[in-house]
């Protein structure tokens, strides 16, 4: 469903389980950074009002995820820590040259937050179905079918806004470019490192 050509591998999940505090840390600045997307299509983009409606009711629902997952850590008597630099948003956003227009620009955009919320989606689905402690694989299931609902609506607004086949093809383009990065991730206590 996803299309992603490399999976993450399982063995990242051990990683995980014996760093829980860093793996929630990380994971509520991806939240917040999602959020921040959002409102940065919305100031970059105003004119497309559909996209502008649905980027408001998403800052609002990753704000509510960061809430939640900064919860978790408080729960277990950890504080948020510092935010670290995410390598693979990093690398990735190296893939599409700078300039263009402004609709390629958005295109591309709205592309590479499809991929990291599909990413997201398969490491959440990863541990939902792998770690050890029950109320965090209850609530990383909860948290995949969100996930799996923005990468379908960042994917379809690329192909409303663009030409289809042009954005089909940028899309299989960046699929392959992901699977060379992911290569060299998954050892770390990180959502896409």
Known sequence: MLGLKLPTDPRWVNIVEKNIEDILTD??????????????LIVSFPEYTDLV????????????????????????????????????????????????????????RLLYAALIEARSCERFRLLSETLKDETLREFYRKL???????????????????????????????????AEIMKNLSKSETIHG
């Open 144 to 178: 995949m079918v969100s996930e799996a609902n923005h990468y379908t609506m960042f994917l379809s607004f690329a192909r409303q806004y663009g030409e289809t086949n042009e954005v089909n093809e940028k899309w299989q383009s960046l699929l392959d470019y992901e």
């Open 53 to 108: 409606q649905e980027m408001t009711a998403l800052v609002k629902e990753e704000i509510s995820h960061f809430k939640m997952v900064h919860d978790k850590l408080i729960e277990r008597g950890y504080t948020l820590g510092r935010d670290r630099r995410d390598d693979y948003v990093l690398q990735l956003l190296k893939f599409f040259p700078k300039g263009g227009s402004r609709t390629t620009q958005l295109v591309h």
């Open 27 to 40: 994971h509520a600045f991806c939240e917040q950074k999602a959020a921040s997307t959002a409102i940065s």
